[in-house]
Structures are given as C-alpha cells and as structure tokens.
C-alpha cells in the first residue's frame, strides 16, 4: 500500500528542537514532491515546508525559516523536517503530503495527493 507515516512529534520546551520523519512506502521520495504541513485547532492548513528532490528546490513558511530545514534521505526513502528554536505558535498537527509528481505547487495543500496520518507537536513551558 502506498502510504506516508510520519513520527517525532511530542511535547517540547520553547527554544527546543525536534525532528519529524517521514517514511515512504511504495513510491521513492526522490522522484516526488513531499511536503510538512501543520493544523493548528480552529486554524487552516498550510504549507510548512516542501521539498522538489529532482531539482533541490525548497519552500519554506516565512514563519519558519532560519529555523526549520528540510531534507531527503534517500537510502532510507524518508523525508525530514528538523525543527529548532520552537515557539509555542508552532504547536499543530504536523502531516506530510505528496503530489505524486515532481513539483511541490507552491506548497499548497490543496495540490497534494497522499497524505500520512500526522504526528502532533506541542511547545509548551
């Protein structure tokens, strides 16, 4: 079955870091788009972070940049996002998704195909 099952999520302090994986089943990540997006409760989804691994191309959420990276693992077929300098706004369901083709699409939600369950983060005092 094809599917995105993402781990990592957990509670941490303001300041922390954490690291999310994405592991892919039956399709290989370096041929597809993969993205994180969050859900904060009574929030709209939106695109965190994409990836194009064909090309190297990066989205990042302003919100987020200088302090979360994402990157490939090609010989374990997983995607991460590493996450530092966490704020207590960061706190959401952290999902990956993939468009099943090469672009990432402005890493708008709507666009992707395949979406894993989601791994929940909270940054709490």
């Known amino acids: 079955q094809v599917q995105l099952v993402e781990s990592g999520g957990g509670l941490v302090q303001p300041g922390g870091s954490l690291r999310l994986s994405c592991a892919a089943s039956?399709?290989?990540?370096?041929?597809?788009?993969v993205g994180w997006f969050r859900q904060a409760p009574g929030k709209e989804r939106e695109g965190v972070s994409c990836?194009?691994?064909?090309?190297?191309?990066?989205y990042y959420l302003d919100s987020v940049k200088g302090r979360f990276t994402i990157s490939v693992d090609s010989a374990k077929n997983t995607v991460y996002l590493h996450m530092s300098g966490l704020k207590p706004e960061d706190t959401a369901v952290y999902y990956c998704?993939?468009?099943?083709?090469?672009?990432?699409?402005?890493?708008?939600?709507?666009?992707?195909?395949?979406w894993g369950n989601g791994t929940v983060v909270t940054v709490s005092s």
């Open positions: 990836i194009s691994p064909s090309d190297g191309d990066t």
């Open positions: 039956l399709f290989t990540v370096d041929y597809y788009a």
């Open positions: 998704a993939t468009t099943q083709d090469g672009s990432f699409h402005d890493c708008d939600h709507r666009a992707m195909g395949l």
